[in-house]
T-cell receptor, first 117, second 114 residues
Framework: EAGVAQSPRYKIIEKRQSVAFWCNPISGHATLYWYQQILGQGPKLLIQFQNNGVVDDSQLPKDRFSAERLKGVDSTLKIQPAKLEDSAVYLC???????????????FGSGTRLTVV | SQQGEEDPQALSIQEGENATMNCSYKTSINNLQWYRQNSGRGLVHLILIRSNEREKHSGRLRVTLDTSKKSSSLLITASRAADTASYFCATERPPANAGNMLTFGGGTRLMVKP
């Protein structure tokens, strides 16, 4: 089974520039998550999709961050304009809807490391 | 906000020793999960324990859950240098809407010296 694919692997941009990250979840996984992980901290949920609908985006800074999952498969996360404090690793994860009877956790991609200078 | 808090924040042990990491959380949960993260890599799921379970084993891993104290522990027995990584607990609880939310703690950075 292929894992969660993310690109790019690394990105360096200047503050006030725009950047976009891409995620392809595991085939058949209806739920997709974007997490932000600042160095030395645990991941923080930014947004959760179920199919192409947003389940939770309460921690997404909507003045500069946006995300979409138009066809319920791939997803993109965009930052415009970027700030220095956005430097972090952006992780994408997916899981099937019916997890309550399984012992499986979420499957994470390798992340995109963003540096804003 | 982070639901779980790990203790200790950093742990250094010799190869062959056991490593114990603790996690405390604040609200009721469906399950608690432990993840491992090597430097610069993604998170790897290790083990999941449900709220009605008290102990679970997987290879050299042993997880306990005490819902009355809202705490969990992860024990790695006979540690190896390759176990060096950051370990995170994460709690899953249903939000008001559909789907589940996984909330992470700050992690324990484990170093196993050969």
């Amino acid at each position: 089974e292929a894992g969660v694919a993310q690109s790019p692997r690394y990105k360096i941009i200047e503050k006030r520039q725009s950047v976009a990250f891409w995620c392809n979840p595991i085939s058949g996984h209806a739920t997709l998550y974007w997490y932000q992980q600042i160095l030395g901290q645990g991941p923080k949920l930014l947004i959760q999709f179920q199919n192409n609908g947003v389940v939770d985006d309460s921690q997404l800074p909507k003045d500069r961050f946006s995300a979409e999952r138009l066809k319920g498969v791939d997803s993109t996360l965009k930052i415009q304009p970027a700030k220095l404090e956005d430097s972090a690793v952006y992780l994408c994860a997916s899981s099937p809807i019916q997890r309550s009877l399984t012992n499986y956790g979420y499957t994470f991609g390798s992340g995109t490391r963003l540096t804003v200078v | 906000s982070q639901q779980g808090e790990e203790d200790p924040q950093a742990l250094s042990i010799q190869e062959g020793e056991n490593a114990t990491m603790n996690c405390s959380y604040k609200t009721s949960i469906n399950n608690l999960q432990w993840y491992r993260q090597n430097s610069g890599r993604g998170l790897v799921h290790l083990i999941l324990i449900r709220s009605n379970e008290r102990e679970k084993h997987s290879g050299r891993l042993r997880v306990t859950l005490d819902t009355s104290k809202k705490s969990s522990s992860l024990l790695i027995t006979a540690s190896r240098a390759a176990d060096t990584a950051s370990y995170f607990c994460a709690t899953e609880r249903p939000p008001a809407n559909a789907g589940n939310m996984l909330t992470f703690g700050g992690g324990t950075r484990l170093m196993v010296k050969p």
